[in-house]
């Protein structure tokens, strides 16, 4: 069985590591304060350390580094990089951490105790009264929520593989991953590491998703209350920007993401919604052949067994201080910075540039799910393809995982190809696949992989992206909504990964359409109830699905 930790695995790694750097090199003099208290008007303290070289006396610009991660005697690395570059650096821990643990609750209070870490810091002697924030995942959605009411002392923010809390972190287009469980346990209650078997115990028993904590010897109390909220309701949407206050945001920001990094469509979202509804939005983007760390630090040469182009080798690490430099010293703006949206084209070693996202791309292919082929004729004859699903056979597994992105076989796994003729010109993808799938099931609910490849010449796949979702919530994240059984019916989707890679002749596209029954994200049985309470024995007869031949899929491309 092979499997690719693609989301959950970017997630319990990308993001957990980010202290486990060497420290600067020990000639550089330092002043670091440690276990600094910063007051908020909470009246909970926040843990703080602030580096200084110690060859600058004068005020200087402040950069902010805030995290719900504390490590050991590393951390203050942080404060150490922008000491190196001349900045006061602060290393900010979420309330709780390294104080009083039973203070802590992720996502909910960045957005006033932020406002308070700068207020004090840019009232400071060692401050110049100006401020700048950067750093990824769960550091890049704190400077969200930051801007939500934007200190004056704020001058930008660099949010790299920002997670966007309950829109793909802990569950991604209403459907749960197992990293919610695991992130607190290992990160953040600092428990003996939960066994990577855990998943696969939890499969093979069927005992409910809510239930995966007993299996630790204790209920998890941010798995549980994640878990409460299946919808993607105000509890979530709270903790991000409102129309009115993306509209407010006036900063200049750089975002920056991956391809394969599992934090991508809400990096994304933000950037879509930022400029929604702020058209005059200063707000450029990057993305490139990046996984989570990638995408917030060093590209990794080797991804996933893909050589990335040598000009996609680039430190996101470097090109944020770079962007610090340009808005808070007037330094050059960052040359890869050619437009709003800057994107590097896998197999033609280029990076190109748009300044919307609505101009990267010049056409759209549309390709209908007609018999096992993907075919751009509309089907005048209407067909479907079946699919049986046994919930209750643990011997088999349905997914899409592979252990690369470029390999030789592809699993089935009890799913259904759908392959395109081969092309008979090259294109480049530019962007986000969309779709409506047709569908008429035998329960009341299913959640649906659906991944993207390009079949090679050689025979060889190539990755490009997957949509995962949960039917009942496709027309509405914050709505459930149970399918009719025996009732035809239309799933859109639309929150796919960004992807850039030009399709050369010879090639052909590849859907992998699947329901997903797998020890890596939750199992949705389909009787109607709550899914995180759903056991084996709700499973009852095998899901039937007939997928028919209306269903379509949209990719965006720019034409060669």
Request: hydrophobic share 35%.
């Amino acid at each position: 069985m092979k499997h690719l930790f693609w989301i959950i695995g970017l997630l319990l790694t990308g993001c957990f590591a980010v202290f486990s750097q060497p420290a600067i090199a020990s000639e550089i003099a330092y002043t670091i304060q440690d276990s600094v208290q910063i007051p908020t008007r909470s009246g909970v303290s926040i843990s703080a350390i602030i580096v200084r070289k110690k060859t600058n006396t004068v005020p200087l610009p402040a950069i902010l580094f805030y995290t719900t991660y504390y490590q050991n005697a590393n951390d203050a690395t942080f404060g150490k990089k922008s000491a190196d570059r001349d900045y006061v650096g602060i290393v900010a821990y979420a309330r709780g951490i390294k104080t009083n643990l039973e203070q802590y609750a992720p996502y909910e209070h960045e957005g006033t105790d932020v406002y308070d870490i700068i207020d004090w810091i840019s009232k400071q002697s060692w401050c110049d009264g100006t401020v700048g924030m950067y750093g990824g995942s769960y550091t890049g959605y704190s400077q969200w929520a930051t801007v939500k009411n934007c200190h004056p002392a704020l001058k930008t923010i660099v949010p790299q593989v920002a997670v966007m809390p309950g829109y793909d972190m802990p569950m991604e287009n209403n459907v749960q991953l197992n990293s919610g469980l695991y992130w607190s346990h290992d990160n953040i209650y600092k428990k003996e590491p939960l066994p990577r078997s855990l998943p696969f115990e939890w499969f093979e028993k069927g005992i409910a998703f809510k239930e995966m904590d007993s299996l630790a010897g204790y209920k998890n109390p941010i798995f549980q209350k994640w878990l409460s909220h299946p919808d993607y309701d105000n509890y979530w949407q709270s903790m991000v920007p409102t129309p009115e206050e993306y509209a407010r945001i006036a900063i200049p920001i750089l975002s920056t993401t991956g391809y394969y990094d599992g934090a991508q469509i809400g990096a994304l979202q933000y950037f879509k919604l930022h400029y929604k509804y702020n058209k005059n939005a200063n707000h450029y983007f990057v993305i490139g052949p990046y996984d989570h760390w990638g995408g917030q630090r060093k590209a990794a040469k080797k991804l996933m067994g893909y050589d990335i182009d040598p000009v996609a080798d680039v430190s996101m690490m470097e090109l944020a201080y770079q962007w610090l430099d340009y808005i808070l010293k007037g330094k050059p703006k960052p040359e890869l910075l050619k437009d709003k949206i800057n994107y590097q084209v896998m197999g033609t070693n280029t990076w190109r540039h748009a300044p919307s996202l609505e101009k990267i791309n010049t056409d759209t292919l549309t390709f209908y799910l007609n018999g096992k082929t993907l075919t751009s004729v509309r089907p005048k004859i209407r067909k479907s393809e079946k699919q049986i699903l046994d919930f209750k056979n643990r011997e088999q597994q349905n997914n899409y995982y592979t252990p690369e992105i470029l390999f030789k076989n592809l699993d089935v796994s009890g799913g259904l190809l759908f392959t395109t003729p081969a092309f008979e010109q090259s294109f480049t993808i530019n962007g986000s696949f969309i779709g409506k799938l047709s569908a008429t099931i035998t329960k009341k609910d299913m959640d649906i992989s659906a991944a993207l490849y390009e079949l090679l010449p050689d025979g060889n796949y190539f990755f490009l992206t997957r949509y995962v979702g949960r039917a009942s919530y496709a027309k509405n994240p914050s709505k459930r909504q149970l399918l009719q059984p025996g009732k035809k019916e239309l799933i859109p989707f639309e929150n796919t990964r960004f992807v850039s890679k030009k399709i050369n002749a010879g090639s052909r596209l590849v859907l992998f359409l699947n329901s997903n029954k797998h020890p890596f994200e939750i199992i949705n049985y389909g009787s109607g109830k709550a899914v995180a309470s759903e056991t084996l024995h709700d499973a009852g007869k095998p899901l039937q699905i007939e997928w028919h031949n209306d269903s379509y899929i949209r990719i965006p491309i720019t034409k060669e």
